[in-house]
């Protein structure tokens, strides 16, 4: 059977997941070829959920093409918008108000965080235990508490703009956040002991999906689904835009490169981005909160790039302006899109279980894949 | 003591005084059947919202709260809701299977109730062959699954009743296994007899550490056969969306959901008989006045009561652990439970020879 995988033939069962399917979670349409409950194909299908972002973003000002971008990948918008205020910064040669660079690490720290959470209650609802998915919204809610304080919304928040913060912390962040952290000390050994613990969601796990360092490389993969193979890929070392290198926090890399490596880095960065707000919460340096911009936004004539690390792996943002105050071409190298195109890759041979599974450590957000 | 053993012999012998034999009978029968759809109605509508409340109370949450006080009247709600809508057949399916599939779950799920003591001679049938009855109507219940599988021309629903046929062929094996080893206890397969064999002691307590073994596998076995989370592969929502009831709507669907339910209790109902003493109250030994106080307790009960406490556990599997995949799940069967369950009914029978037991 083995060497029939990858063909298909006469007789295969075709199936439609998607795009209303539980665990796709979101309209992703996957056409998988079977053999009985193996997986010989697996075939993704885009476009459910195509907003032209990019599109739509040509025809906005660089003040306001940003508050599209927290629709792409919802789960991370604070770390969208970052990418394309640094875009728009860079062009524009702004110096960033030191406070102002550390509430946007503060913010991409905690959006991070309830990113993560978020997964693993949703993976593990993917692997059929529905419990955690609450145990994981008890700590988000909390997380959400404080951006709907500080920035107004809960989920896509438009709080970064070129320059800086929208507007200052709220004066009950710093208590929040350290409510927070308390919390998710208290709460975290129940993750292991629910999830990571149980043998049958070991048995799930280990051994799944299994991508190669190599192909990790050729897919594009980033993130913590690549760092899960042993791939050095975290834009905040390697390329460290803000405060990030004055920071202390570790790249988590596992090299097992199957499931249980990818799930085990997610978990693990949670810790360390906890590390991080331990470290700068006691420390927001007083001043401005965002820098003297003036009021149209012109970008010289000319190409801009920067890359950053959102929860999923690399965003990269690419601007070509013609000197005028939209953007002349805007291309969003969105991490979601990178990372489904090893899908057939990792699932083939598998069962459909595996293929929930593997979907699920991939942490798909489609209309980031689409946009 | 109140004892719902005088109850049925008064309307019987107020019955057989009153009519000729074939008259009574054919009342007993009426009244028998009136009974059991009572007690499936009040089944299905207690343990929706047992299951409901027990899921809010793992989950750090309320669960339904707003029909009746505490929502109690919540799935007298959903009751008329799905008597409400519409049953739909699709276009492609062969509709007679179709809707002839749920009806054959639930039938299977009634009939098994025939031989259970619900409490001190409150039985509906007294056969000599209970246990060996149960364990061959329950597994009728398949044939209903894969026919609603096949029926529904739907793949996902294909999958599901095929999963759901092999898994509940193999983990018949394991309940019947571990049902055996009592069996080789009690030397009787009449339910009664399995209950009075226990006046001393339960089972569970009195043979020692087979049948500590055996109990383990045969809730992890019959959860397995009612198609219960970790092992509801037949339904499995996030990989076949919901398996082999994809199609059904209305009470078409109700009914596959009603009978699930029905089977966890007839499945808990058992294990509670052969395991747990039945109705028979909590004895030790030759304690005379501990069992005089325990007597006190009605029968129906204690039958409840450990009825009750099995299903709770069989919930509590579904909300903690994560879904098996479908090679582990029969590799769960055929490598561990079954070799296992064998080993131990021969441990077992060395236990009952030798009369090492209490």
Redesign the interface.
């Known amino acids: 059977m083995v060497e029939e995988i990858g063909k298909t033939a006469e007789g295969d069962l075709i199936i439609n997941v998607g795009p209303q399917h539980p665990a796709t979670h979101g309209v992703l349409h996957l056409v998988i070829t079977l053999n009985g409950e193996t997986i010989k194909k697996v075939e993704p299908h885009l476009g459910y959920i195509h907003r032209s972002i990019e599109k739509m973003c040509e025809s906005l000002t660089y003040r306001q093409f940003i508050y599209c971008t927290s629709r792409m990948d919802y789960l991370s918008a604070h770390i969208n918008n970052h990418a394309c205020a640094l875009t728009v910064e860079k062009g524009l040669g702004i110096e960033i108000p030191e406070r102002a660079q550390v509430i946007r690490v503060l913010m991409d720290e905690l959006t991070r965080i309830a990113s993560h959470e978020l997964w693993w209650g949703a993976m593990a609802m993917d692997l059929g235990a529905f419990t955690p998915f609450f145990h994981a919204f008890r700590e988000r809610e909390s997380i959400n508490d404080i951006m709907e304080e500080t920035c107004g919304a809960r989920l896509t928040m438009n709080y970064m703009v070129p320059g800086g913060v929208m507007m200052d912390l709220h004066p009950n962040f710093q208590n929040r956040v350290k409510t927070f952290l308390k919390l998710y000390k208290q709460k975290i050994h129940e993750y292991d002991e629910l999830v990571t613990g149980n043998i049958i969601f070991q048995n799930r796990m280990k051994g799944v999906g299994y991508l190669s360092k190599e192909a990790a490389i050729s897919y594009g993969v980033t993130g913590p689904a690549a760092r899960g193979s042993g791939v050095s890929c975290d834009i905040r070392k390697l390329y460290p835009y803000e405060i990030y290198n004055q920071l202390d926090f570790q790249e988590i890399l596992e090299t097992e490169g199957d499931s249980f490596a990818r799930y085990m880095v997610r978990l693990r960065e949670m810790n360390e981005s906890i590390k991080i707000i331990e470290q700068l919460i006691d420390n927001i340096p007083e001043g401005d909160f965002q820098a003297k911009t003036k009021a149209v936004l012109k970008l010289p004539k000319g190409e801009f790039y920067q890359r950053v690390e959102t929860a999923r792996g690399e965003l990269g943002v690419y601007i070509v302006s013609e000197g005028g105050t939209t953007p002349y071409r805007i291309k969003f190298r969105s991490p979601g899109f990178s990372n489904l195109s090893c899908l057939d890759h990792i699932t083939r041979g598998g069962k459909i279980g595996d293929l929930i599974a593997s979907m699920g450590t991939l942490d798909l957000v489609i209309p980031d894949i689409d946009r | 003591m109140f004892s719902l053993e005088s109850l049925t012999t008064l309307v019987q012998d107020w019955l057989n005084k009153t009519f000729p034999p074939a008259i009574a009978l054919l009342f007993e029968f009426v009244i028998v059947g009136v009974l059991a759809i009572a007690l499936f109605a009040a089944l299905g509508l207690v343990l929706v919202i047992m299951e409901r409340k027990v899921?809010a109370w793992?989950?750090?949450?309320l669960g339904p709260n707003r029909v009746g006080p505490k929502g109690m009247f919540q799935s007298a709600a959903d009751t008329v809701k799905l008597i409400m809508k519409e049953g739909l057949t699709p276009d492609g399916a062969d509709k007679f299977l179709f809707n002839l599939a749920p009806f054959i779950v639930m039938m299977v799920a009634m009939l098994v109730l025939a031989p259970i003591g619900f409490a001190k001679g409150f039985h509906i049938w007294d056969i000599n062959i209970g246990v060996l009855y149960v364990s061959a109507i329950s597994s009728v219940s398949v044939i209903g699954i894969l026919m609603a599988g096949w029926s529904s021309n739907n793949?996902?629903s294909l999958?599901g009743a095929m999963?759901s046929g092999a898994q509940m062929v193999s983990y018949e094996l394991s309940v019947g296994l571990s049902v055996l080893s009592i069996i080789v206890l009690t030397g009787s397969l009449n339910i009664n007899d399995i209950v009075l064999s226990q006046q001393n002691g339960w089972w569970l307590f009195k043979a020692h550490i087979p049948a500590i073994i055996s109990f383990v596998i045969f809730i992890i076995a019959v959860t397995a056969e009612t198609n219960r989370?970790?092992f509801?592969l037949s339904e499995?929502?996030?990989?076949?969306?919901a398996g082999f009831h994809t199609e059904y709507s209305g009470m078409k669907f109700a009914l596959f959901f009603l009978a699930e339910y029905i089977n966890i209790f007839i499945v808990c109902a058992i294990g509670a008989t052969l395991f747990l003493g039945g109705w028979m109250p909590f004895h030790i030994g030759n304690w005379e006045s501990f069992n005089h106080v325990m007597d006190y307790i009605p029968t129906f009960l204690w039958f409840f009561g450990k009825t009750f406490f099995l299903i709770f556990l069989i919930m509590w599997f579904r909300?903690?652990?994560?879904?098996?995949?479908?090679?582990?799940l029969l590799n769960l069967e055929w490598k561990y439970l079954l070799p296992i369950s064998m080993v131990n009914l021969i441990m077992m029978t060395l236990v009952a020879i030798k009369g090492w037991h209490f």
């Open positions: 899921a793992i989950q750090i949450r793949k996902y999958l999963r989370a970790p509801d499995a929502e996030s990989e076949l969306t909300w903690t652990f994560p879904r098996l995949r479908v090679d582990q």
